[in-house]
């Protein structure tokens, strides 16, 4: 695993959570980082991500407004700040890192490494 995601648990509908994404194997900031969602028997879809070029971010629709991704190059780290978070958020997030082309940046096919994920829990 070349990512190591982390941050996830339990909250209640309208909590905050904030994950994590390391890199313990190379250096992510020339990379654009990205975080994705899976839940069981659907396509991972694609949450959040920060250009590795200029640093702009990027949102999917369903999360815009409550979400705010963030990096800190000298941790080597990147953040997902989760806030007003709903039960339907409720699935395992997974952080990668590729170098997309703008257009593209925010598709999985686009990112080449990927951490293990991390489970959030929203109850209602």
């Known amino acids: 695993v070349q990512l190591q995601a982390s941050g996830g648990g339990l909250v209640q509908s309208g909590g905050s959570l904030r994950l994590s994404c390391e890199g313990p194997?190379?250096?992510?900031?020339?990379?654009?980082m990205a975080w994705f969602r899976q839940a069981p028997g659907k396509e991972r879809e694609e949450v959040s991500c920060?250009?590795?070029?200029?640093?702009?971010?990027y949102y999917s629709d369903s999360v815009k407004g409550r979400f705010t991704i963030s990096r800190d190059n000298a941790k080597n780290t990147v953040y997902l700040q989760m806030n007003n978070l709903k039960p339907e958020d409720t699935t395992v997030y997974y952080c990668?890192?590729?170098?997309?082309?703008?257009?593209?940046?925010?598709?999985?096919?686009?990112?080449?490494?990927w951490g293990q994920g991390t489970q959030v829990t929203v109850s209602s």
């Open positions: 990668a890192a590729g170098r997309p082309i703008t257009s593209a940046i925010m598709r999985r096919e686009s990112y080449t490494y």
């Open positions: 920060i250009s590795g070029a200029d640093g702009s971010t």
């Open positions: 194997l190379f250096t992510l900031a020339p990379y654009s």
